[in-house]
């Protein structure tokens, strides 16, 4: 990709809020309160953040460091970096992890798309909490209705990278992500307004170490990553946008801070507002899209909770979608020596991605129940492929590359500053990079396989 071809980013704030926003979905809002609930809440909130500090920002740097290098996207990166192709598979699996993750990740926004039509045209009323589980099984289970919600977010996606780097991602992202703060912080005035919330608030923010178990830890490793979308090449893509002049260290922190701050605000949401109503923490998955509406029908102007929670889900899912398809996108412009533009390239990547989506959603029908991979339909095996194969590879990988075979003259942290404090940081980086940031990510790896209980037992024996 040439420089006129993948565009830069205008401004510092542009790269930080656009590549926060690529990494705020709904793995914050919608996925880190369920598993918060299952694993302890405030125990669970700890680890999380020193697996944010230790892991996290180092991957970020990562990606960034690659990106901005090689000034291409994850497709060309590792080659123009290494000077040759024997890493080329590994800009493959950035690709093909980014068309998964949309497989799947497009319907679940499908779902916020219904439910916020759904919340605007007052459909939960009078349904309790059994009415509102049979609602969400009567709604993903409608093909057709599901496919149309689906189709929009992808328009509105697809809409925002026709028109570039400059003025599509980052004039978007400056309104976003501000929208969505604001959103949130009017949903926790009105959340904490509820008698009984500060069960909710002691439940999310006390820690009972008691209960900071292996599995906690090996959970809060999974949801950082996965709440960072580090491992798939967007924040590759992104750092190929960046300035030059731009300091990677202080944009990871930022970007990781208002990543965290986003979970966290969402926590602060919906714990308060499940123990005032006397609901289950550890609902699981079913918490935003069954719980939430049940707890908006018991509050006071219950019509605008329901409205706006289901705006900020929706923005939230967008600002991911957004990074997402462009790692396709960027990585078609480059896999064909720029003979096709960046329109061309959103079109091929937009069609790529609807039949992806389409064959998710018919694999959850009865009708359609043969397209499936070992017994399961494709949203379920796209989703577990990724997050607990994919990504952590993808993530391993990058780690060593930068670690261990990128030249050192091409490790460049700090260039812009002279701080010894600063200085300092880059031997610690590479020492992570080479031996923690990998061990800890073959440990999730060993866990997501089911492997890592029974080598302990083995050890242990």
Request: some cysteine; overall charge positive.
């Amino acid at each position: 990709m040439e420089e006129k071809s993948i565009g830069r980013f205008s401004s510092k704030i542009g790269v930080v809020l656009a590549a926060a926003g690529g990494a705020i979905g709904l793995g914050n809002i919608w996925k880190f309160p369920y598993v918060a609930g299952e694993s302890g809440g405030g125990a669970f909130l700890i680890v999380y953040l020193i697996c944010v500090l230790l892991f996290g920002v180092p991957l970020v740097m990562t990606e960034f460091i690659i990106g901005r290098k090689a000034r291409k996207s994850a497709y060309g990166a590792f080659n123009a970096i290494s000077g040759n192709k024997r890493w080329q598979w590994l800009g493959w699996w950035c690709i093909v992890s980014a068309y998964l993750i949309m497989g799947f990740y497009f319907v679940v926004t499908g779902w916020c798309c219904n439910y916020l039509y759904e919340a605007i045209t007052n459909a939960f009323a009078g349904l309790d909490a059994d009415g509102l589980s049979q609602h969400f099984v009567t709604i993903t289970s409608s093909t057709p209705r599901v496919i149309i919600c689906c189709v929009v977010p992808i328009i509105l996606t697809s809409a925002v990278l026709w028109f570039g780097v400059q003025k599509g991602i980052e004039r978007l992202s400056k309104i976003l992500l501000p929208l969505l703060f604001v959103m949130m912080i009017l949903m926790v005035i009105r959340v904490l307004m509820i008698d009984g919330s500060g069960k909710g608030l002691r439940f999310f923010f006390q820690t009972d170490f008691s209960l900071i178990t292996p599995k906690v830890v090996m959970v809060a490793l999974g949801q950082c990553f996965f709440s960072l979308s580090v491992g798939i090449g967007a924040l590759i893509t992104y750092g190929a946008y960046m300035p030059g002049e731009q300091n990677i260290t202080s944009s990871s922190l930022q970007v990781a801070i208002l990543d965290t701050l986003v979970a966290v605000l969402a926590g602060v949401i919906i714990f308060p507002a499940v123990f005032a109503f006397g609901f289950d923490p550890q609902e699981g998955p079913q918490l935003v899209f069954v719980v939430l509406p049940a707890i908006f029908q018991q509050m006071s102007f219950a019509w605008l909770s329901g409205v706006l929670f289901f705006i900020l889900l929706l923005i939230a899912a967008l600002t991911s979608t957004i990074s997402l398809m462009e790692v396709a996108v960027a990585s078609l412009c480059d896999a064909s020596g720029n003979k096709l533009n960046r329109h061309q390239s959103v079109l091929l990547a937009t069609g790529i991605v609807l039949v992806m989506v389409v064959l998710c959603v018919l694999s959850m029908t009865e009708k359609w129940e043969w397209l499936t991979i070992a017994g399961r339909n494709l949203f379920d095996c796209f989703d577990d492929l990724v997050t607990t194969i994919m990504m952590p590879i993808g993530a391993l990988c990058m780690s060593l590359f930068v670690g261990w075979f990128m030249p050192s003259r091409n490790i460049d942290l700090v260039p812009y500053s002279q701080k010894s404090w600063k200085a300092k940081l880059r031997p610690v980086l590479i020492f992570a990079l080479r031996w923690i940031v990998p061990v800890t990510i073959l440990l999730i790896l060993l866990n997501g396989l089911g492997l890592l209980d029974a080598l302990i037992g083995l050890f242990k024996h």
